[in-house]
């Protein structure tokens, strides 16, 4: 069950909502404000999920628990 | 160009322009441009003494109304009662523009001057009297000790006094029967009476004694009632003393001690009767003065009260008017054509508002006459710009803070909007704690209009400055939280984890894998275990270094748009080409191998994982060489030798490709025969513009041109600085956004040690008392959480984000050799007070 798909898909999605920004945000003095905002934040948010999800596909170590009842 | 909307990846585009102002017309003209707040004037008379500009007359009498205004300020602040004053958005305005503005002022001086007078008599009436009352307050102290003195002195007669115990009793009333009586008793003593401080008696005894040699009788007893200063406020505690001795020569030295030592000598009769009509009077005047003081200090508080309803405009009108004459000293007074020529930088977007305004302020005056505005070219470098709102400005000043951009370069400023906010929340990363700042962020923004109307306090009026960066913080540190799977140091279980503990004799278990992987997050199976730390640890640096790579590679993207607006191609060739490719074949390569290494199965590899680090470290201690047992993957070797020489042949590209092709130019220049000007001294010009609409009376002097420096040898150093800079920089920078890594482990350690101290000790108890426990230990908990983990780290966080992008990112692009743009805004005045 653990591939890349979902990294794949999911960056497929976050490159969608970035040119739906990019397009759809009205013209006025904040349009640079408001675009570079939305595509900085669709960026940096998919980074970090991608980087947590790929360290996590194939551990190379397990979790050592001592069953001591807390 | 006017339709274009501003934008904040650049600063604005800035116009000089030169107003011709009517002198009739000058002052609401600049009062105009003031309230607008885009004008920034310069000095045109740079040479000439402030005492000798032109208004200086005018700057002085408001000099003398602020510093009446500000003693009426230091008066109401030392009354005990508050007197409100009433605050500046209540008052109606002062007109001070327009015709009839000259008499408004004449009267507002003339109104200060009368309150100032007012005041300070009462002030000095209020003193006067305290002082005369405190006298007499001794003075009674005195009479009634004294009384008491006399009292016990004629208890101690043999009997024949004994019917007359009571000394104020009418009996004595005739003087001939008292001197027959005293002539009988020992009592035949003169004496001086006074007070004096307690700490002093001791020693006044001990000089007494030395002095007189034992020749005297001393008695004193404490005043009850401090004496209390009414201007300080301090109290001081006195005693009555009463001396009696014999002969003159005692008594004058008993009267110049007393005096040496600071003591007060009242005239006390040895009479009784006498006494007792001192006693009544004293109180009599006693009664009065206090009525006169209590009237005083009414009619000295009605007066503050009307002083403190117009306070505020008036403290708002002197300081408006003080700011505009000073603008006015910086124009030039071109007496001959009575007009005042003006010069200053304005955004070119808002010429057409200042034209406006210019019209407004015409009809103000009445005058008829409107002042002139056009613009001029120039090589001077126009002042840095940016336009903000309230959600921005936060963050470009923390931006500008570092240096101000120069003129048009790109604005950091608006990237930081959202990295750094971001940056911060991978150090801060935790659900709880983010919440708690989000939370206190919205509640400033809630109250934002009432807080912005001042009165916070230095350092609450910081955390309210930054509010909406407060906000994003918070926000992004729920999602950091959310990755982390960290809310106050416990984990959440909202997918499939990807472990399982099966059941086990020993005392070890062992998780294994059921295949899923956790879908947002890291999994909560690793909350708790022994190796806990193992794996995050290592998640949380390559995830560090993943992301500061990207970061700089960003950075240093940012440099295109600058050499391509400032047209300088060669700096594209020279200097990002190389830099680039430095950046990638080193730290970029480790980027893709992090990455490539997650996506492998290990388990069904055939090699073993190797050791990112060993293997960058081969890279560079033996090239070409990678044994096949521990290979990221085939053809490494080769690849690894390719990069390496591309990084290597990059160091003298950036070294020499510059300096090459400069001197290439000059060369040709100076073959073409031209030689370097001397800008030794100012050089005069006239601008074409003025030359054709004016006779040129009104000439703008060009002060020195700023020009490069063609110096060969300054290029060549600048270029091997830069060069070794970015180099070395790389590696460090790189190694340097681990600190991503080590304040966010520090804070979930921190938050894991406050739990475990505190609730995990005390969750299990029972019963009533169980209960009172828990109850104050989550008080405790939560404060500490606020204190420590929300506020020192935060602060700590907040700190190291702000350093990775002044140091870390800034170095790859920014220049940061502006000046900001600094117009004449009333707005702006209440800030710099």
């Known amino acids: 069950m653990a591939s890349m798909f979902p990294i794949v898909f999911i960056l497929v999605i976050v490159l969608g909502l970035m040119a739906c920004g990019y397009l759809f945000v009205p013209k006025g003095p904040q349009q640079t404000t408001i675009r570079t905002s939305i595509m900085l934040t669709l960026a940096c948010c998919y980074l970090m999920w991608m980087i947590t999800y790929m360290a996590q596909l194939h551990p190379l170590i397990v979790p050592i628990k001592s069953a001591l009842e807390i | ?833």
Not at chain 2, 91 to 120: K, N, Q, W, Y
Not at chain 2, 173 to 197: K, P
Not at chain 2, 599 to 605: E, H, L, N, P
Not at chain 2, 621 to 636: A, E, F, I, T
Request: net charge negative; glycine share 8%.
């Open chain 2, 1 to 833: 160009m006017g339709d274009e909307y501003p934008s904040m990846f650049r600063s604005e585009q800035m116009s000089l322009v030169q107003l011709y102002i009517p002198t009739e017309v000058a002052h609401d003209t600049v009062a105009e441009l003031g309230e607008l707040g885009n004008v920034q004037f310069k000095d045109l008379n740079p040479t000439v003494n402030p005492f000798q500009r032109s208004f200086v007359g005018e700057i002085r009498r408001f000099e003398d109304m602020a510093r009446r205004v500000r003693f009426f300020v230091s008066q109401i602040e030392k009354e005990k009662d508050v007197v409100p004053i009433r605050p500046l958005y209540d008052s109606a305005p002062l007109i001070t523009v327009g015709p009839s503005a000259a008499h408004t002022i004449d009267e507002l001086d003339v109104l200060l001057a009368e309150h100032e007078t007012r005041l300070l008599q009462m002030n000095e009436s209020y003193k006067l009297l305290s002082e005369r009352t405190k006298e007499l307050i001794e003075a009674r102290y005195v009479l009634r000790e004294t009384a008491g003195f006399f009292a016990k002195a004629e208890t101690q007669q043999p009997d024949i006094r004994t019917s007359f115990d009571d000394s104020s009793a009418p009996l004595l009333q005739h003087d001939d029967r008292e001197n027959q009586y005293s002539s009988t008793v020992q009592f035949d003593l003169e004496f001086v009476a006074g007070t004096i401080d307690r700490a002093r008696i001791p020693t006044f005894e001990r000089v007494l004694w030395r002095v007189l040699r034992g020749n005297l009788y001393m008695n004193h007893t404490d005043i009850v009632e401090p004496f209390v200063d009414p201007t300080t406020g301090s109290e001081t505690r006195k005693n009555v003393f009463i001396i009696f001795a014999h002969g003159d020569a005692l008594l004058a030295k008993i009267r110049k001690v007393a005096e040496s030592m600071g003591a007060t000598l009242y005239p006390i009769d040895a009479n009784a009767d006498k006494r007792s009509d001192s006693l009544r009077e004293v109180t009599a005047r006693l009664e009065d003065l206090q009525t006169i003081l209590y009237n005083t200090g009414a009619n000295r508080r009605t007066e503050l009260v009307t002083v403190g309803q117009n306070l505020a405009r008036w403290q708002d009108v002197v300081r408006k008017e003080k700011v505009i004459y000073e603008t006015m000293n910086l124009f030039n007074y071109d007496v001959r054509r009575k007009t005042l020529v003006a010069e200053g930088w304005c955004p070119t977007r808002d010429i057409a508002r200042i034209q406006v305004a210019l019209g407004h302020a015409t009809e103000e005056s009445g005058t008829g006459v409107v002042p002139i505005l056009h613009e001029l070219s120039t090589n001077k470098t126009p002042p840095t710009f940016n336009r903000t709102n309230k959600f921005t400005e936060g963050f470009q000043s923390i931006m500008d803070s570092y240096g101000i951009a120069t003129y048009q370069e790109v604005n950091p400023g608006l990237f930081a909007i959202i990295t750094f906010p971001f940056l911060f929340a991978v150090m801060f990363g935790d659900i709880g704690h983010g919440l708690i700042i989000l939370f206190a962020a919205l509640y400033m923004i809630m109250n934002e209009r009432k807080w912005a109307k001042g009165g916070l306090g230095e350092i609450v009026g910081i955390f309210f400055f930054g509010r909406y960066i407060i906000l994003l913080m918070g926000m992004f540190s729920v999602y950091t939280g959310l990755m982390y799977n960290d809310i106050f140091s416990k984990s959440l279980h909202i997918w499939h984890s990807g472990w399982y503990f099966p059941e086990s004799n020993g005392t070890v278990l062992h998780g294994v894998s059921n295949g899923h992987v956790y879908l947002f997050g890291l999994d909560p199976a690793w909350h708790g275990v022994d190796n806990a730390l193992v794996f995050t640890n290592s998640y949380k640096m390559k995830m560090a270094i993943v992301l500061g790579v990207i970061h700089m590679t960003f950075a240093l993207c940012l440099q295109l748009p600058n050499h391509i607006k400032f047209k300088r191609p060669l700096d594209i060739y020279a200097n990002f080409i190389p830099q680039m490719i430095f950046l990638q074949s080193i730290f970029g390569y480790l980027v893709i191998c992090i990455l490539y290494k997650w996506t492998i199965d290990w388990g069904k590899a055939s090699t073993a994982p190797p050791s990112l680090l060993n293997m960058l470290i081969a890279m560079f201690l033996s090239p070409g060489s990678v044994d096949s047992k521990s290979q990221l993957y085939p053809g490494q070797g080769f690849v690894q030798v390719v990069l390496l020489l591309l990084a290597v042949i990059c160091i003298p590209w950036m070294l020499c490709m510059k300096p090459y092709f400069l001197w290439k130019d000059m060369q040709k220049i100076q073959g073409q025969g031209y030689v370097g000007l001397d800008h030794d001294g100012p050089r005069e010009s006239s601008d074409e513009v003025m030359e054709i609409e004016e006779e040129g009376n009104g000439r703008v002097i060009v002060e020195e041109m700023e020009e490069e420096h063609h110096d060969f040898g300054e290029v060549v150093i600048h270029q091997i600085i830069h060069t070794i800079e970015f180099c070395l920089g790389c590696i460090s920078h790189t190694a340097s956004y681990l600190r991503l890594w080590a304040l966010s482990l520090a804070h979930a350690q921190l938050s894991e040690v406050l739990w475990d101290m505190t609730l995990g000790g005390v969750l299990g108890m029972e019963g009533i008392f169980g209960f009172i426990v828990i109850a104050l230990t989550i008080v405790l908990w939560f404060t500490l959480t606020v204190g420590v983990l929300c506020l020192m780290e935060g602060l700590s966080a907040f700190l190291h984000a702000l350093r990775l992008h002044w140091v870390e990112a800034n170095s790859k692009h920014y220049e940061g050799g502006g000046y900001a743009f600094t117009p004449l805004s009333f707005a702006k005045l209440d800030d710099k007070e």
